[in-house]
């Protein structure tokens, strides 16, 4: 190939993705209605399809960096980057690579895909807004017979609960749903047709201009009627929506086939199928969590299908009534393959099985989320095995010139720290190595270090027995000026949440 | 000096300027803990998980102004691995 060819195909292939690159951004923000947030746009590349790693070597082909928002800053013609508000802001100023075709809202199965999504969405929150008011009331009841029991001693009469619910304001429903909404907005082609009607029949830059930021005030108030009008529709196929059009409120009523609502006398025939899926996912998903315990919140956090599949229920309350029925052996028992108990607000699912023999750590009521898991805990160890070498502290030895294999003898004496030992998942990541002459770990929690002491010995029986792996309960800012030098440090430092929930815990 | 940053952030210069702080206990910053390993122990390598959004060359510019020094043997490896 000569060089001038050579020189030739980058340049086509530059112009090939940036006039693709050009096309795909300003139809998916005419889609808009004419302005989008930077961020969004590449979930809206996602979902046609192109990864992120795709748009990233598209933009490198393009721009000759992986920078979306230099992309968009570098066509000025078409694009008018807004950097002074955050997240950033993008407007169309030029329809020229618009495909106006495919605006067209065609495809049907988009629709009720984004619909059916924004319908569960909004009937996930009311029912968690409802399983909410159901517990404050509880509450209410039991401090109010608390009260009457100490006024009347003996004498107990059953109080009249005063709690009413006023209904859900549905600007704070949209508020919940805003981006559901949006998507929907989107695939239905809502805000070209009804909210920003001009939009798709001028011709010049300026049309673009009133598109308003997804999730603001001035949008909301734009987009309430449409979503009113969503809502009165679905009162029609839900029984257990109930909307004040007027009054803007809208009320989630009790559902008869609801296992959370029905009454314990009665068998629950028609919600057993979902009692015995909730039961079996949760228990799979606390078993692949790869430890013993786990909090609720972390579990819903880290697996959306469960967050759907609980769809705002009080798991709580469904496990109390499933325990009653069971225990009036009417039905089947679920739930009883793990345990489930309160820790203050939180939820707390246990395993019943122990089984540390399978590599499962012990952790205390976060469960994993705050611990580097095997995966991470190796990955970060051998990160810092390849620095001890590139700095020069430790050196590959060949055995011969036949055997090319190289490897690791400890003709140094580096010693491997985890300031933020927790349970030991990093920990025990780096005595895996057998690369250090020392694993010390350093947890200020007298709780967590005993769980790391007992992962260490579970899992690394003969080096922590021989005094090969050292966990110190103490300050890590006490215990720095005393740690050996040129060694090596591993913090993994807890975040502002964290730090904060642990404050609150310990003023409590 | 090794440091591995988030290429996916479009808009680096703006989250560089708010500040960014992670604390370790209940007054005790990162940085306070960082600039106690230079003074005490160094030189060492440490290696730091960080969220993901965390600006990495913000904060070793920050750590250089305390250290009066680039905290080059100090700081030797940061991993950016948390959500």
Known sequence: ?508 | MKAREDTTIDNIDDVASHQQQLYMGDDCTLEDVLCKIYHCIRPCLVGLRLPVTFVIADYLERLKLRLDVCPALCCTLFFSTKR
């Open chain 1, 1 to 508: 190939m000569t060089s001038s060819a050579a020189r030739r195909i980058p340049k086509n292939s530059q112009q090939i993705a940036t006039s693709y690159l050009l096309e795909l951004l300003s139809t998916e923000i005419a889609r808009d209605g004419g302005a989008s947030l930077v961020t969004n746009l590449k979930d809206y590349t996602s979902s046609k399809g192109i990864s992120p790693k795709r748009l990233n070597s598209l933009l490198v082909e393009a721009i000759q960096k992986p920078r979306l928002m230099a992309f968009l800053e570098a066509h000025d013609i078409v694009f008018d980057v807004d950097r002074t508000v955050e997240p950033h802001w993008v407007k169309l100023k030029c329809t020229e690579h618009v495909d106006w075709a495919s605006l067209e809202p065609n495809k049907q199965t988009a629709v009720e895909s984004q619909l059916s999504k924004l319908q569960d969405k909004i009937l996930c929150t009311l029912r968690h807004r409802y399983s909410r008011m159901e517990r404050r009331r509880t509450r209410q009841r039991q401090r109010q017979q608390q009260q009457q029991q100490t006024k009347e001693g003996d004498t107990f009469e059953s109080p009249t609960t005063n709690v009413v619910d006023g209904g859900a304001n549905i600007g704070w429903l949209l508020r919940q749903c805003t981006w559901n909404f949006h998507e929907y907005l989107r695939a239905a082609g809502i805000y070209l047709d009804r909210i920003y009607p001009t939009n798709g029949q001028c011709s010049n830059g300026d049309m673009f201009e009133p598109v308003l930021i997804p999730g603001t005030k001035p949008w909301e108030d734009l987009v309430l009627g449409e979503f009113s009008c969503l809502l009165l529709q679905m009162v029609t196929h839900y029984d257990c929506l109930v909307v004040d059009a007027e009054q803007t409120k809208i009320w989630f009523q009790e559902e008869e086939n609801d296992p959370l609502l029905v009454d314990d006398s009665k068998t629950i025939h028609n919600d057993l199928e979902y009692l015995s899926l909730l039961d079996d996912t949760l228990t799979e998903l606390v078993h692949q969590d790869g430890a013993t315990q786990v909090r609720l919140e972390v579990l819903l956090h880290r697996h959306q299908k469960m967050k759907r599949l609980l769809g705002g229920r009080d798991l709580w309350d469904l496990v109390q009534r499933s325990r009653k029925c069971s225990s009036n052996a009417t039905t089947t028992a679920y739930f009883e393959r793990l345990d489930i108990f309160q820790d203050g607000p939180d939820i707390v699912l246990q395993l019943k099985n122990k089984n540390f023999s399978s590599g499962r750590m012990r952790v205390d009521n976060e469960g994993l989320f705050s611990v580097a898991n095997g995966k991470w805990g190796t990955a970060i160890a051998r990160a810092m095995v390849n620095c001890c070498y590139q700095v020069g502290w430790a050196r590959k030895h060949k055995k011969s010139d036949h055997d090319k294999t190289t490897t690791t003898s400890l003709q140094h004496d580096i010693t491997a720290i985890d300031l933020t030992a927790s349970v030991g998942g990093m920990t025990l990541g780096l005595a895996k190595t057998r690369f250090f002459s020392r694993v010390i770990g350093i947890e200020i929690d007298p709780h967590r270090a005993n769980l790391c002491r007992e992962n260490m010995a579970n899992h690394m029986v003969w080096e922590y027995n021989n005094d090969y792996i050292d966990i110190r309960t103490m300050d890590a800012m006490d215990a720095i000026p005393y740690l050996p030098r040129q060694s090596c440090l591993v913090i993994d430092p807890p975040g502002e949440e964290r730090t904060s929930r642990r404050r609150q815990i310990t003023t409590e």
